[in-house]
């Protein structure tokens, strides 16, 4: 590949990218919408709801965080792909750190200006398992307090 060729591959990749990224934060959001509207369905006129309701909901809600576990780790995955085609291609463009993108090769400016604080990557993912397992929790309560129910009363 000549340089005008990885010239273009760069800019594709930053695009791309760019693009990936904000697909992540839409799915991250989209997902928090959709755990409030079943949280929501769960404490539906101040009670908690009983037998296959309380199931049923708490079923939806452990399957939607599986569910979209699997497509934000995809959608990262593919912004980790591009990084690495970004990283690869300023490398052998021979881009000086300051005037690059990737954060490895920028080194010390990304980790002075973007790379303190929190890994939002890791929280995108880890905050799905919590919920997941959350609602694989409440799916045990109600499914234990109907089997009580149907028991003792």
């Not at 009670?47 to 576990?69: K, N, R």
């Not at 959608?75 to 021979?94: D, G, M, Q, S, T």
């Amino acid at each position: 590949m000549d340089e005008q060729q990885m010239w273009h591959q760069l800019e594709n990749a930053i695009k791309l990218r760019s693009t990936e990224d904000q697909i992540s934060w839409s799915i991250f959001g989209i997902f928090w919408a959709a755990n409030a509207i079943l949280l929501v369905a769960v404490f539906q006129n101040g009670t908690v709801p009983h037998g296959t309701a309380g199931i049923i909901i708490a079923l939806v809600g452990f399957g939607l965080s599986f569910v979209w576990h699997k497509i934000q780790n995809r959608a990262l995955n593919y912004v980790i792909f591009y990084e690495a085609v970004i990283e690869k291609l300023e490398r052998a463009l021979k881009i000086e750190g300051e005037y690059a993108v990737s954060g490895k090769i920028s080194g010390e400016a990304w980790e002075t200006i973007i790379g303190r604080g929190i890994r939002v990557r890791q929280w995108m993912r880890g905050s799905t398992w919590v919920v997941m397992i959350l609602w694989g929790i409440a799916l045990a309560v109600f499914f234990v307090t109907l089997i009580v129910k149907l028991l003792f009363v």
